[in-house]
């Protein structure tokens, strides 16, 4: 299957997208219905979360420049000191930002 990504396509693309997005988060809610959320189930919410969390960050800090790296440590750094996400991810954003901005500049 071949759609054209000009014109018509995008909005048959965009709406394509939609559907398999709501499709999934509805059909997560549809089957954890299903589900009793005891004790371990809210343990294994919790854990699972975090996995996937360190399965996104751990091929940024392998392959990533050394911008990247310093975001993620500045943003480790930060969470550990204000126990916060929404700081800590603004100042790894930031230290980000200006490393590459003073790299480039020099």
């Not at 990504?5 to 398999?20: D, E």
């Not at 700081?87 to 480039?104: C, D, E, K, Y």
């Amino acid at each position: 299957m071949n759609i054209e990504s000009a014109g018509f396509g995008t909005f048959v693309i965009i709406l394509i997208m939609a559907v398999v997005t709501l499709a999934t988060r509805w059909g997560g809610v549809f089957v954890m219905s299903f589900v009793p959320i005891n004790y371990r189930v809210q343990q294994f919410i919790s854990a699972m979360s975090g996995s996937v969390l360190v399965a996104l960050l751990a091929p940024l800090a392998v392959t990533g420049d050394n911008g990247a790296r310093l975001a993620l440590l500045t943003t480790a750094v930060v969470m550990l000191l204000l126990r916060k996400p929404l700081p800590a991810i603004a100042a790894g954003i930031a230290v980000a930002a200006l490393f590459r901005q003073l790299s480039v500049a020099v």
